[in-house]
């Protein structure tokens, strides 16, 4: 069913006046006015130019930019000059014609505009009331002939040309919003209307005998997947009840786009669940699920395609790349179908999508797999994540929102890497530039003042030290806001002021320990960047900006961009590399554990554990090489040979208790550069 095309005649009824304009009216406001056509005939002025002024006769219309809609109530050819009533008290207004040929754009008849500037009171009673709502917007509609001279055509309205004209003109600025709402639901209720289901779009007119016949062919007339699911969206789908006949043409439609759709699987996924809303909402009854299932086999459709089948065509790392675009209660129908698609794959499957689904899928993802009672799973996966400061940053503010809810468990357990974490995203974030994915978690941190005193709280004053430390030196954080973070944690740990004061001091003493091998790795990033991508960077620079228009010049903005990302590095790294104190860890004592040394542990069923601890920017979690500064370091730290400790037998796993069988230091390729292992 095809939107009925709005007449561009200008006959058209006046629900404002109660008028026809009849085919005389139409003659007698085109025909020219006396004074012209005395000025013509005598061959004073030329006819083409009596048509112009013709335009701006005493009872023509017109709209001024400023003063709005007006009517020309007298004129002096003579003096070259016309008198114009305006709306909204400005009456009287004398301008020349030469500067209504420049400022007043003419009305044509039959415009609603003036309908409007007539008879205002009418048409806001007509506006406001509900039985002719829809008779005054469908004279508005019917009746926006262009302003442009010589188009006669009555062009499409959005929503936001409605108003534009009429707030202000027939419906008070201050009530807009409450008239639209009301229109728009009348319009909605109301077949011979189609609204449009994104902005941009018109408000179409159209010809339909039912509300279910105009959504079917909306429908059909719709260019995209996205198009239609908008269209259904925005209908109400209980005017399909009793529309058997109708509802399989839809459902046969939708069913077709959804074997299709390969370019839209988002919206693919919304058409399955939008299509088991509307069979739901028509077969509410035994009879009326005999009736459906009757009209469907009549128009083809023998089987419809469920969740179940089309999530088994979708990996999980394809459906995170776009599960994030569905409404909430969308992704959850989803959820409930994977342990009926994925069987007992269903949990990594949705902790993929949790990991890595991004800030829209997080809290919908994890509600869904701690209810199906995998909270354990998930919470090891969470822990195993903040060790090894891999989770996203939408992950990261998760943890931090649910830190008294929900999470409080994986959180609390794991305070200190916590902290490391979120640090480690904000500055790794800051470092490679780009969509600045952590700046939520950024302000989170910045905003929720209970977030850093709650993340040393359950920390010894020596264990939130470190992340008190790594907040207050970051440079991504400006100096205020690394104020308040610090005094906010000085509230729970009070000590933590001497790191303001030894650094405004400068006696700030060197206590990150790293091991030459990291140390030459910092340390020649840096000097890649100042030697190398540096000046490379400055060419880049010269040759873009030489090609002029800066604003449009995208090579230049991505060089500039570029640089920022450079200098911002190369900050960073020549904090970190004064900060660090490089090791060989040279006649490390073995008698105890500590940094430098490797430490081999007698497990369970006679296995063998080896952890090997090392500086600060040595952490290699799946070979058990630990950083002294992490939480598991700290645990590892002052130990003897024969003392027992429970450890986990890889990163992530269930801790068990070990003995230590031996001590001895940690091999030398780890602590050296390539090439400078000295030899014994």
Same mark, same amino acid.
């Given at each position: 069913m095809q939107p009925r095309q709005i007449s561009t005649k200008k006959n058209q009824k006046n629900y404002c006046q109660g008028l026809t304009l009849t085919k005389d009216m139409v003659s007698c406001h085109s025909s020219m006015h006396a004074d012209l056509e005395k000025l013509v005939s005598s061959g004073k002025i030329p006819a083409d130019f009596a048509a112009r002024l013709d335009q701006f006769s005493p009872g023509?219309?017109?709209? +001024?930019? $400023?003063?709005?809609?007006?009517?020309?109530?007298? =004129?002096?050819?003579?003096?070259?000059?016309?008198?114009?009533? #305006?709306?909204?008290g400005n009456e009287g207004k004398i301008l020349g014609l030469k500067l209504a040929f420049n400022q007043l754009t003419p009305i044509p008849a039959g415009h609603f505009l003036i309908a409007c500037f007539d008879d205002p009171e009418g048409c806001a009673k007509k506006a406001s009331d509900k039985d002719t709502i829809l008779d005054f917007i469908r004279m508005v509609l019917t009746s926006n002939i262009s302003l442009r001279e010589g188009i006669n055509d009555v062009l499409p309205m959005q929503p936001e040309d409605l108003e534009k004209f009429l707030s202000g003109r027939v419906i008070d600025a201050a009530d807009w919003k409450n008239w639209w709402e009301k229109a728009r639901t009348a319009m909605r209720d109301n077949p011979s209307f189609r609204l449009p289901t994104k902005r941009g779009e018109a408000i179409v007119l159209r010809t339909a005998t039912s509300a279910a016949e105009a959504l079917l062919a909306d429908y059909s007339d719709a260019t995209s997947l996205e198009s239609c699911v908008r269209i259904l969206d925005q209908a109400r789908l209980e005017v399909l009840k009793g529309e058997f006949e109708l509802t399989a043409k839809l459902v046969k439609a939708m069913e077709e786009d959804i074997s299709r759709g390969f370019t839209e699987p988002q919206h693919v996924l919304e058409l399955i669940i939008i299509r088991d809303d509307v069979l739901e909402t028509v077969a509410t009854t035994a009879e009326d699920k005999a009736a459906m299932d009757a009209a469907l086999t009549a128009a083809g459709v023998e089987s419809v395609t469920t969740m179940a089948d089309k999530l088994k065509t979708i990996t999980s790392e394809e459906l995170v790349g776009y599960i994030g675009?569905?409404?909430?209660?969308?992704?959850?129908?989803?959820?409930a179908a994977l342990p009926e698609t994925m069987g007992d794959s269903w949990?990594? &499957?949705? *902790? !993929?999508? #949790?990991?890595?689904?991004?800030?829209?899928?997080?809290?919908p993802a994890a509600e869904f797999i701690i209810s199906k009672g995998a909270k354990e799973q998930l919470f090891t996966d969470l822990a195993n994540g903040i060790s090894r400061q891999s989770l996203s940053p939408e992950v990261l503010i998760w943890l931090c929102k649910e830190r008294k809810g929900v999470a409080a468990e994986v959180v609390d357990k794991n305070l200190m890497p916590l902290g490391a974490a979120i640090m480690s995203a904000i500055e790794r974030d800051s470092s490679e530039g780009g969509p600045n994915r952590a700046l939520r978690l950024r302000n989170l941190l910045l905003d929720d003042k209970e977030l850093a005193p709650d993340l040393v709280s359950g920390l010894s004053e020596?264990?939130?030290?470190?992340?008190?430390? @790594?907040? &207050?030196?970051?440079?991504?954080? /400006?100096?205020? $806001?690394?104020?308040?973070?610090?005094? !906010?944690?000085?509230?729970? +740990? /009070?000590?933590?002021?001497?790191?303001?004061?030894?650094?405004?001091?400068?006696?700030?003493?060197?206590?990150? #320990?790293?091991?030459?091998?990291? &140390?030459a790795a910092r340390k020649a990033e840096l000097e890649d960047i100042i030697n190398v991508r540096m000046p490379k960077n400055k060419h880049d620079l010269e040759i873009t900006r030489a090609e002029g228009d800066l604003r449009e010049n995208g090579g230049y903005q991505d060089a500039k961009a570029t640089q920022r990302v450079l200098l911002r590095r190369s900050e960073e790294l020549s904090r970190l590399l004064a900060q660090a104190d490089p090791t060989d860890f040279a006649n490390v004592d073995c008698s105890t554990t500590g %940094?430098?040394?490797?430490?081999?542990?007698? @497990? /369970?069923?006679?296995?063998?554990?080896?952890?090997?601890?090392?500086?600060? =920017?040595?952490?290699?979690?799946?070979? !058990?090489?630990?950083?002294?500064?992490?939480?598991?370091?700290?645990?590892?730290?002052? +130990?003897?040979?024969?003392?027992?400790?429970?450890? /986990?037998?890889?990163?992530?796993? *269930?801790?068990?208790? %070990? *003995?230590?069988?031996?001590i001895a230091p940690a091999p030398k390729e780890l602590i050296y550069p390539d090439g400078e292992i000295p030899k014994d």
């Open positions: 023509k219309y017109v709209m +001024h930019q $400023d003063l709005g809609v007006g009517k020309v109530s007298a =004129w002096s050819l003579a003096k070259s000059k016309i008198k114009i009533d #305006f709306e909204k675009d569905l409404p909430a209660a969308r992704q959850n129908v989803v959820y949990l990594p &499957y949705a *902790t !993929n999508i #949790f990991l890595f689904g991004g800030a829209k899928v997080t809290a020596l264990e939130a030290r470190p992340f008190a430390k @790594a907040l &207050y030196d970051s440079s991504v954080l /400006p100096d205020l $806001d690394r104020n308040l973070l610090l005094a !906010n944690m000085m509230k729970v +740990h /009070p000590s933590l002021q001497e790191i303001a004061l030894n650094r405004r001091g400068g006696k700030e003493k060197q206590s990150m #320990f790293v091991s030459l091998r990291s &140390y %940094m430098g040394t490797q430490v081999t542990f007698s @497990a /369970p069923k006679g296995r063998t554990v080896v952890y090997t601890i090392l500086g600060a =920017w040595d952490s290699v979690p799946e070979e !058990n090489i630990i950083a002294y500064s992490s939480k598991l370091g700290a645990k590892l730290i002052g +130990h003897s040979v024969g003392d027992k400790l429970r450890l /986990p037998l890889e990163m992530g796993g *269930t801790p068990v208790m %070990m *003995t230590i069988k031996s």
